[in-house]
């Protein structure tokens, strides 16, 4: 009887050991998921922070991502007609939309004496009009002011943009308050994997408010 319950013990032993190798070979030759998303990530080097060291208190530092350009709907960032929104408005560039991460913003949070910022974006496929630092100032509630746009990605990683062309009419005078390069457009796939470096300078905040 001994024996027989051995005999038993082992051959249950053997059953059990074959039925974990099925799943582990099973397990392994399972396909990995296709990705559904794609990272942006990278560096921004950060100029005058001796003014967001003044700022911190007012608001907050946020980098963001805006849809595909579009004036109907508005959408993105990119040159907009004069009169598009109202006769008599100048035109420009600049964002006509919310950015597509509006509720979840990436936060920079002040550091002293830091110079670059590091990030990364996890996006859904397809084109983006501009990415883009900003300063987003607490006690502002004009949502065409609130947020100073401290740089833009626009392909020279090395020298700053602000992205944005404004414009105002005084007096029935057209003045150009910013003219700055315009942002490059960013296209992903899903499963990219990209690295987009870009300067920003918080020391246009000063001047964008008194504006």
Aim: contains cysteine; aromatic residues 8%; proline residues 9%.
């Amino acid at each position: 009887m001994n024996m027989l319950r051995l005999q038993k013990s082992l051959l249950l032993v053997a059953l059990l050991a074959t039925a974990v190798a099925i799943s582990s070979c099973k397990k392994d030759d399972d396909p990995e998921p296709e990705p559904t998303t794609a990272i942006i990530k990278g560096n921004i080097t950060l100029l005058n922070t001796d003014v967001w060291e003044q700022y911190q208190d007012s608001g907050e530092v946020q980098l963001t991502i805006f849809p595909e350009f579009s004036l109907n709907p508005p959408a993105g960032w990119g040159p907009i007609p004069d009169d598009a929104f109202g006769p008599g408005v100048p035109g420009g560039t600049f964002a006509a939309g919310a950015p597509s991460n509006a509720q979840n913003p990436l936060i920079f949070e002040y550091q002293a004496n830091a110079n670059v910022g590091s990030y990364e974006l996890e996006v859904d496929p397809g084109t983006y009009s501009a990415l883009a630092l900003g300063f987003r100032h607490d006690l502002v509630t004009d949502p065409s002011l609130r947020t100073a746009t401290l740089g833009v990605h626009w392909g020279n990683p090395a020298e700053v943009s602000h992205g944005i062309v404004i414009k105002a009419n005084i007096g029935g005078n057209i003045i150009t308050l910013f003219d700055e390069p315009a942002p490059t457009a960013i296209t992903v796939e899903a499963g990219d994997e990209i690295t987009i470096d870009f300067t920003a300078d918080f020391g246009i905040i000063p001047q964008w408010y008194r504006n």
